[in-house]
Structures are given as structure tokens and as C-alpha cells.
């Protein structure tokens, strides 16, 4: 307290406190502000000129897209190293990001280097890393035969461009109209940018595939664990594709004469219970009987000889059919008899022309088909 004392009368202390608050805000305002990686990502490619990259307000340039025709785009940095961001039109309001890998980027160059990356899909339907040198190639290359291919599919005969809704109320009356029929449609829903679906109705339920669109054609994704991708150049290859696996599960094979029915059981037939027998003999019936015609009417019957079978395969008789039906390598089952194997003509071997002695037989001296006369000297057995 005492050092206040030596001010005079007319200093005013709340005065200079408020000027000091002033003079520490500026300070703070002066000094520069820490940011974080991805500030310091957005700082990067200064010296990049492409009229499509975009460093700073990329929020506003997402907006703006969205009201552009399919194949717009702009490239932003990323939060990633050695990254950059692809945003682009896929179809009308819908915006699909793609991510480009900078393999070459020097910060000293502090713009786009000439091998740029993207995974994309062969017609293996692999996926591979294709190298691009530079904005204008990867545009070319890239993005208008991608671009070129959802348009395609948005012209083709089945495309329906109304809504999911209607979609399924379209394909529920085609079913009504023909119920032996299998109704398909392809449409794009508007959560999933970079793929269209592919709708079928049956008689269970709607069914959806999606088939993602790539620079190369139009890649079908298969059920994890049961199917495999695969790649498409063209719709209609993938729709012949379909149809004939249709067709496969509504004609399967059935054997002639009806069903084949399962082998029946050999296993031993269980006698009466005592309770059982007790009741019985409680009711008048003499169980002894009863037993006996059980048992007689357990007595296999006489059985006609099955007919010969090539190898690999069993005759079992069916009971109810009274007939024999077959089985076969690879779980084959029939009721028509296969046919054996056709044995050599009788007289000497297949493949002889007739001789004195009969069809295939040699004559006298002659050697049998793939057997050289002995060596000189040596006497055969």
C-alpha cells in the first residue's frame, strides 16, 4: 500500500486498468494463432494454377457443385499426407468423393506432382491403383468414361428414373399382371452415389443387387462368402447374366416317373413297450398275436433282381413304388436304369476286322493290337 502513496491526486487507477486491458487484447491479436494438421494441410499447394483446385472455402464450393451437370468437379486438399480430395457430380444432385494419392508431392514444389493414384477396378474386377500425370488426364481417363457409363445406364430400357417407391409399386403391378414372371428394373437411390441398384420382385419378396459404377464398365457386387464380383463392359451383359441364372433355378432337373424318394431306414424295428402290451391285455387283445402279425408284417417280401449298373452305381428299392430307383457318382438319383458299359463282341478283340475264326479274331501269326514280337533270340512264354 504504501508504494500508492506516491502517486499524485489525480491518477486514476481504474482509468489505467482499462488501458491496460486494451493494450493486452491487441498483443493477443498480433500473435499468430496455433492450428491443427488439417489447418495446416488446407495451407498446402499455394502455387497449384488448376482453375479446378480449391484451397480455402471448400464448403462453399461443395454447395455450389451440387447444382452443376454430372461431371463437375473440384479437388481440395486432405487431411491425409500426400492426399488430395476429388469431389464430383455423379447425377443430379448427388456428389460421390474421391480420394487421389499425391505419390510425388515435394513441399518445396508446393503443387501437384505428375504421378497421381487412384484405385479403381479392371474388367478382372480387381482392384488396382491406376497412376495419372496429371488434373487433365485423370478428368479424360477417369471421370467422363465413369460419367459416360451412368449415362448409359440411365438410357437403357429398364431404367426407371421415379423414386424408390415407385419403383416397387411399378414392379408389384407387373408381377400381378404375370405372376409366372420375375419383374426387374435398374434405378438410382440418392444415398448411394457411385452405384445404381439393380430391383427384382418374386413371388417371396424385392430383392436388390447394386452394381457400382467404374471407369471400365459396371461392377456387380456379390453376397460376401457366396459370390464373387464381377465386371460388366455393359448393362446387357450383366442382365443376360441374370436371366440365365433365372432360368437355371425355375428348370431344375427331376428325374422321370416323379420324385426319387430318400433310401429308407434299415434300422431294427422297436418291439412292444410293456405298458403298451398291458393295456392291450386289459382291452381282451392277445398280444402274443398281436406280435406275431407285427412281426410278419415285418418280413421282407421277395425282391425282383435289380438290372446290371455301370460302376458307381446302387439300385434301392422303394416299397411304396414298388420299383427300383438309382443312385449315382455326384448324388445323381434316378428311376430309369443308367446303361452299363457296352462289352467287347464276342470272339477275339474289339477293334479287329473278322477273320477265319470269327468277328475279331486274329489269324494264325498275328499279333494282338500294342504288342511287339519277341527280340531275336528270345523265345515268348
Same mark, same amino acid.
Given at each position: ?16 486498468? $482499462? ?18 494438421? #488439417? ?42 499426407? $500426400? ?28 503443387? =501437384? ?45 429398364? +431404367? ?14 407387373? =408381377? ?14 440418392? $444415398? ?62 427331376? !428325374?422321370?416317373?416323379? @420324385?426319387?424318394?430318400? !433310401?429308407?431306414?434299415? #434300422? ?13 391285455? @386289459? ?21 425282383? @433282381? ?19 430307383? +438309382? ?13 452299363? !458299359?457296352? @462289352? ?29 514280337? !519277341?527280340?531275336? #533270340?528270345?523265345?515268348?512264354?
Amino acid at each position: 500500500i504504501a508504494h500508492w502513496q506516491l502517486l499524485d491526486g489525480t491518477f486514476d487507477i481504474d482509468a489505467c486498468v $482499462k488501458d491496460y486491458e486494451t493494450v493486452r487484447a491487441l498483443q493477443r491479436l498480433r500473435q499468430p494463432k496455433a492450428i491443427d494438421k #488439417g489447418q495446416q494441410r488446407q495451407l498446402l499447394y499455394a502455387k497449384e494454377t488448376n482453375p479446378n483446385f480449391v484451397r480455402l472455402n471448400a464448403q462453399k464450393a461443395l454447395d455450389g457443385l451440387k447444382v452443376r451437370p454430372a461431371g463437375s468437379f473440384f479437388i481440395r486438399p486432405s487431411s491425409k499426407e $500426400k492426399t488430395v480430395i476429388m469431389h464430383y457430380v455423379f447425377a443430379k444432385g448427388m456428389i460421390k468423393m474421391v480420394e487421389i494419392q499425391d505419390a510425388d508431392y515435394r513441399p518445396r514444389d508446393d503443387r =501437384l506432382s505428375n504421378v497421381l493414384k487412384i484405385e479403381v477396378v479392371d474388367h478382372h474386377g480387381r482392384k488396382v491403383d491406376e497412376e495419372y500425370e496429371s488434373v487433365q488426364e485423370i478428368e479424360a481417363r477417369f471421370l467422363d468414361p465413369m460419367i459416360q457409363n451412368v449415362q448409359d445406364a440411365q438410357a437403357h430400357r429398364k +431404367f426407371n428414373a421415379g423414386t424408390e417407391d415407385m419403383v416397387k409399386q411399378e414392379l408389384r403391378d407387373a =408381377l400381378e399382371k404375370n405372376p409366372k414372371s420375375i419383374p426387374y428394373a435398374f434405378h438410382i437411390d440418392s $444415398k448411394q452415389p457411385g452405384y445404381i441398384a439393380f430391383s427384382y420382385l418374386t413371388t417371396k419378396r424385392l430383392k436388390r443387387d447394386w452394381i457400382r459404377i467404374t471407369p471400365s464398365g459396371f461392377l456387380h457386387k456379390g453376397v460376401p462368402g457366396h459370390t464373387d464380383d464381377k465386371s460388366y463392359k455393359r448393362l446387357e451383359d450383366f442382365l443376360n447374366n441374370f436371366k440365365r441364372q433365372s432360368m437355371k433355378s425355375k428348370t431344375k432337373p427331376k !428325374p422321370s416317373g416323379g @420324385a426319387v424318394p430318400a !433310401p429308407p431306414s434299415s #434300422g431294427p424295428k422297436k418291439k412292444m413297450s410293456a405298458a403298451m402290451a398291458a393295456a392291450m391285455r @386289459a382291452a381282451g387283445v392277445n398280444t402274443d398275436e398281436a406280435e406275431a402279425s407285427s412281426a410278419a408284417a415285418n418280413v421282407p417280401e421277395a425282391l425282383p @433282381a435289380p438290372p446290371p449298373l455301370p460302376a458307381g452305381w446302387q439300385s434301392h428299392w422303394d416299397p411304396n413304388q414298388k420299383r427300383y430307383y +438309382f443312385t449315382g457318382p455326384g448324388d445323381k438319383r434316378t428311376w430309369v436304369p443308367p446303361t452299363p !458299359p457296352t @462289352a467287347p463282341p464276342p470272339g477275339g478283340m474289339p477293334g479287329m476286322p473278322p477273320g477265319p475264326g470269327g468277328w475279331g479274331a486274329m489269324p494264325p501269326g498275328a499279333m494282338p493290337p500294342g504288342v511287339m514280337p !519277341p527280340a531275336h #533270340g528270345h523265345v515268348m512264354p
